[in-house]
């Protein structure tokens, strides 16, 4: 009798998936189409508009052209025209309102981040700069900073400046931005 108890349990919900997929009528079953492969007529058709030139609505003749003779890319301003003293305060606000910590850096090489002296991965030159002092610790005003800027452009007239904000709890560089260009 045992035999015949589990021989029902495992035919039942055979049974009922078999009178559950019974209901379905057969305008379901046959309304998801066989996929046919691509059709190029449809997708390349001949009559697509051609465009003779890029347009770009009537922003086209606010776009500018990067002049990339002397303008080395070193950190995440490095597009955009040199930073005003009020927009480098702005910015060095912001990082002490994130708690990060303010540092100057400088270096003499003229091309940024490269891989001159040697092409094997993960080599590059220009990754260390030299540390103008020592981090501003305890750095509440944009100004402190400002004046060590001016003091490190008169003291290396001849070098790139940069401002690095670093975050003293995950030991980490957070942000850094090109401050000052070789005269």
Do not use: H
């Not at 009922?16 to 066989?34: I, M």
């Not at 981090?135 to 290396?156: H, N, W, Y």
């Amino acid at each position: 009798m045992a035999s015949v108890v589990a021989a029902s349990s495992a035919v039942a919900p055979a049974a009922a998936f078999g009178a559950a997929s019974s209901g379905v009528s057969t305008s379901e079953a046959t309304s998801v189409k066989a996929f046919s492969g691509l059709k190029s007529a449809t997708l390349f058709s001949g009559n697509a508009q051609t465009l003779s030139s890029v347009q770009n609505g009537s922003r086209v003749q606010c776009m500018q052209v990067w002049n990339p003779i002397g303008m080395t890319k070193f950190e995440t301003f490095s597009y955009l025209p040199p930073l005003s003293d009020d927009a480098i305060a702005k910015q060095v606000e912001y990082m002490i309102q994130q708690k990060l910590i303010p540092c100057l850096e400088f270096d003499v090489n003229s091309n940024g981040v490269s891989r001159v002296n040697n092409s094997s991965p993960g080599y590059y030159d220009g990754r260390y700069w030299t540390m103008w002092k020592l981090p501003m610790f305890g750095c509440q005003d944009s100004a402190q900073v400002l004046r060590e800027i001016e003091e490190c452009k008169t003291t290396f007239p001849g070098c790139y400046v940069r401002v690095l904000g670093f975050d003293n709890v995950k030991q980490v560089q957070i942000c850094g931005f090109l401050v000052a260009r070789p005269n």
